[in-house]
C-alpha cells in the first residue's frame, strides 16, 4: 500500500566510518560479564566483521553477547560518529571505499553498541571475506526527516523512504497498521529504555524464557520487523500506555539481564495513530533482497 510521504524533501549526505574491532574495557578491568544468573561468561560481543551470522538468521542461540550481523562501523571522532550513528537509517545503501573489498555494495539493516556507537551494514559473505578492521565505508544516509502529512503524530526513526515504501502497510481511518512478526509487550523491553532514540537499540529481555516462548519471541530472526506495545520513541525510549513503536531485530541475543535481541527503532506514535497486524515472515532481508 502506497502512503504519502515528503520522500521528495529528504536531503541525502555522505556518513562514514570505518569496519570496527570488537573491544573489552582497559585494564585492570576483567573481561568477563555476568550472565543473569551470575555465572561469568567470556563470548564474542558486537563489532568487527562477523562471518556466520547474517540477517535473516536466528536471533537466538549463538555462542555470543548481542551480535551484530555481517559488519559494524564506527567514526575514531566522537563527534562524527554521533553524526554516523543519526544520519545512517536502515535501508541506506553502503560501499567499502578502501582495502580488497573496494567497491563493493552494502546495505544498513541496523544501529547499535553501548551508547549509540555503532552502524550494521550487511555485506554478503564473499566481500565479507575479503574486508578488513579498519576499511573505510561510505554511507549514503537519507531518512532523517522523513514523515507522514496523513498521519502527523507518527514519526520515523532511522528508516529510508525506500524501506518505508517496502514494508507491509494498510490504513484503517486514521490509523497506519504495519504488518509485524510479533508484538513485545512493554515488560519485555530492557536496556535502551530511557536513552535516545535517535541512534543505538533497544533490547527485548530474553531470561524468561518460558513468557518468552509463550508470547512467540523465541522464533524471532535478525531482520524481523516487530511492534513494541505502549513504548514511546519520539525522543528518548520509555513507557506510554496507548504509544507503539515499530522496530526492526539488528542483533543477537545475550546471557546478560536486562538485554536480548536488539532493536533498532523506525517508527513510534504516542496515542494510537500507529498500529500492528500479524504478517508472518515480514523481514528486511527479503524486503530488501539482501544477499547472503
Known amino acids: 500500500m502506497s502512503i504519502r510521504t515528503n520522500a521528495a524533501d529528504i536531503v541525502a ?72 550513528n543519526i544520519f545512517a537509517c536502515v535501508g541506506n545503501q553502503a560501499m567499502v571505499m578502501s582495502g ?12 547499535s553498541g553501548r551508547f549509540s556507537d555503532q552502524v ?15 576499511d573505510h565505508i561510505l554511507v ?21 523512504p525506500a524501506l518505508f515504501d517496502l514494508l507491509p502497510k494498510k490504513a484503517e481511518g486514521s490509523v497506519l497498521k504495519i504488518g509485524v512478526v510479533a508484538t513485545v509487550p512493554p515488560h519485555f523491553v530492557g536496556a535502551g529504555a530511557g536513552l535516545t532514540s535517535e541512534g543505538g537499540s533497544l533490547h527485548i529481555q530474553s531470561t524468561d524464557r518460558a513468557e518468552l516462548a509463550e508470547l512467540g519471541l523465541d522464533k524471532l530472526r ?45 517508527l513510534t506514535a504516542p496515542f494510537g495513530q500507529l498500529g500492528c497486524y500479524s504478517a508472518p515472515g515480514t523481514n528486511i532481508a527479503t524486503l530488501l533482497g539482501l544477499v547472503k
Not at 100 to 111: C, H, Q, S, Y
Not at 120 to 132: G, N, S, V
Open 13 to 84: 549526505v555522505s556518513v562514514s566510518g570505518h569496519v570496527a574491532n570488537p573491544s573489552f574495557s582497559g585494564l585492570p578491568a576483567e573481561p568477563y560479564r555476568l550472565a543473569a544468573d551470575g555465572t561469568p561468561f567470556l563470548w564474542p560481543t558486537f563489532g568487527g566483521i562477523v562471518y556466520n551470522v547474517t540477517v535473516g538468521d536466528s536471533a537466538y542461540g549463538w555462542a555470543g553477547d548481542c551480535i551484530h550481523p555481517s559488519v559494524s562501523i564506527a567514526h575514531a571522532n566522537e563527534n562524527k560518529n554521533r553524526g554516523l
Open 120 to 134: 550494521i551494514i550487511h555485506f554478503d559473505l564473499e566481500t565479507r571475506r575479503k574486508m578488513a578492521v579498519g
Open 140 to 160: 549514503r544516509s537519507e531518512g532523517v526527516g522523513l514523515a507522514l502529512p496523513d498521519f502527523p503524530t507518527i514519526h520515523s526513526k532511522s528508516i529510508s
Open 222 to 266: 535478525l531482520g524481523d520487523v516487530v511492534a513494541v506495545q505502549d513504548t514511546d520513541s519520539r525522543y528518548n525510549h520509555g513507557y506510554l500506555r496507548g504509544a507503539m513503536s515499530i522496530g526492526i531485530v539488528g542483533q543477537t541475543d545475550g546471557p546478560r539481564a536486562g538485554y536480548g535481541p536488539g532493536m533498532t527503532i523506525v
Open 100 to 111: 580488497a573489498a573496494k567497491g563493493a555494495r552494502g546495505v544498513v539493516t541496523g544501529k
